[in-house]
């Protein structure tokens, strides 16, 4: 089968982009470009344990809500969460109501800021583990990587949860670490001249 399918405008992308309206923007401008803003890398690594054993459509769908219910992934405020605001994401419907995942976006936001202590900036420390182009897999033909594996574990030896190999693998992705667009898709050249133009952050 093609990993490319055309879009609304005859050109080709990845497959995945067409099995739901809203991911045709969200492939074109956000999947794969590179971010090194704390907050957005927070909320995406929140987001991808979110959606640990759900769509990413049911995620992006309810993104907005949550980033009101999360005061923007602001982690700083986050860390300071208590008990009642665990009852009160319980009880909200705009977002996926798991406790476990709720208590680990506070549990990961206490260690955010610690990490942000230590090495000056969440940006600094994932970009560490960005892989070598060129030994990466043909786009979209594997769900872990020895980076995404290497950054699984240092998240989780640091204490961080819902951070597995394979919601790591997403996170990097998603976040620009690795350009994962099918060969073939109009959108790859642009995310691989965004990604060469990128600063990487340094601590």
Not at 1 to 19: E, L, V, Y
Not at 95 to 102: A, P, T, Y
């Amino acid at each position: 089968m093609s990993t490319t399918i055309n879009g609304p405008d005859g050109q080709p992308r990845c497959r995945w982009c067409a099995a739901a309206p809203e991911f045709l923007h969200y492939h074109d401008h956000e999947w794969g470009f590179p971010v090194d803003d704390d907050r957005r890398l927070f909320e995406k690594l929140c987001l991808e344990g979110f959606q640990s054993g759900l769509s990413w459509r049911t995620i992006l769908a309810k993104r907005e809500n949550f980033r009101a219910a999360f005061h923007g992934f602001d982690f700083e405020r986050i860390a300071r969460y208590t008990a009642r605001d665990v009852e009160r994401l319980l009880a909200d419907a705009g977002i996926v109501r798991h406790r476990g995942k709720i208590e680990a976006v506070i549990n990961n936001a206490q260690r955010a800021r610690e990490l942000v202590e230590r090495e000056g900036s969440l940006a600094a420390y994932f970009w560490r583990f960005e892989p070598d182009a060129a030994q990466l897999a043909q786009p979209q033909t594997v769900s872990t990587s020895a980076e995404s594996i290497a950054l699984s574990k240092a998240l989780k030896k640091l204490d961080w949860k819902f951070v597995g190999p394979t919601t790591v693998y997403a996170f990097m992705q998603a976040m620009g670490l690795i350009n994962d667009h099918a060969e073939g898709c109009v959108v790859r050249a642009s995310a691989e001249g965004a990604r060469a133009q990128f600063r990487r952050p340094a601590a």
